[in-house]
């Protein structure tokens, strides 16, 4: 990590790498995911990953991946997006920031089809209830994030807050788990506009939106959050305590809450000990 970057980080809970990720990585992982969407709705294995349809689907659909929202949990099996949540360069950046020991614990791609709406302000913390706090995301930009077709927006500085409050997206097309915080200043804002290829690397804490795709075309990420190998992860219980802790989670993650069970839902997966990348 640069000083620059370093100094970004403290100052602001984010920074961005241009140009992390070339053409062919960008177009393999669009294919990757919509050949996902298919072998799902065929009824083919898809490993352990979910699938999230998009609550208010383009109405120009024709393919399956033309209305999905985000496809959860590709880090710890698939060929395509296993190994970036390796890629040396990036495990070089991560583990400047957590140290030498550091897992994977989730990922999502996010299609973000025209018409797809935006998520709120909200801080990915809400969905961590973890011991040590303060996670790192990285969010890849597979296609340009423009004005117009949802881009991020970030609250610089705000990763030095306690998790807020979220409360429930009252919108009729929000999608699953949606929830947003509505006791925060965001004048301060900066809409963070990214070329395919470009990599955000953010705090947990950092509050961060995205705005609804009003273009023709899909705005699609691919987000992996990294923790301290050996964080305590308390979802499960903090489910058990309160059902809708983390807004509204699929049936079968409360399910498994409220059975009393120890795992979390999260997939763990060490990629370094003592600084060196786990193949
Ligand atoms: O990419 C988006 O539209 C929103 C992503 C996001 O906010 C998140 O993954 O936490």
């Not at 399956?64 to 395509?80: A, G, Y």
């Not at 306690?162 to 999608?175: G, S, T």
């Amino acid at each position: 990590m640069t000083t620059e970057q370093r100094k970004s980080w403290d100052a602001n809970g984010y920074f961005i790498l241009e140009g992390f990720a070339d053409a062919a990585t960008c177009d393999g992982m669009l294919a990757r995911a919509s050949e996902l969407c298919r072998k799902d709705v065929a009824g083919e294995s898809i490993g352990h990953s979910l699938v999230d349809p998009e609550r208010n689907p383009w109405t120009d659909a024709v393919n399956p991946e033309d209305r999905v929202s985000k496809i959860f949990i590709l880090h710890d099996w698939d060929p395509i997006f296993g190994p970036f949540a390796r890629d040396k360069r990036l495990l070089d950046v991560i583990s400047d920031l957590l140290g030498p020991d550091v897992d994977c614990f989730l990922s999502q791609f996010i299609f973000k089809n025209p018409s797809a709406i935006g998520q709120p302000w909200h801080q990915d913390s809400l969905y961590f209830p973890f011991e040590p706090d303060h996670q790192v995301g990285i969010w890849l930009a597979v296609t340009d994030a423009t004005p117009v077709n949802g881009p991020l927006s970030v609250l610089p500085g705000s990763h030095r807050e306690p998790v807020h409050e979220h409360v429930a997206d009252q919108r009729p097309d929000a999608n699953l788990g949606y929830t947003e915080i509505v006791d925060m200043d965001f004048a301060d804002a900066q809409q963070v506009l990214m070329n395919a290829g470009d990599l955000l690397v953010f705090d947990s804490h950092l509050m961060h939106r995205s705005t609804d795709n009003l273009s023709d075309g899909a705005r699609a990420a691919m987000v992996y959050h990294y923790a301290i190998a050996g964080t305590v992860d308390r979802t499960y219980a903090r489910l058990r305590e309160q059902s809708d802790a983390m807004g509204a989670m699929p049936d079968d993650i409360k399910e498994s809450a409220a059975a009393g069970e120890q795992e979390s839902p999260y997939h763990w997966m060490p990629v370094t000990r003592a600084g060196s990348p786990i193949e």
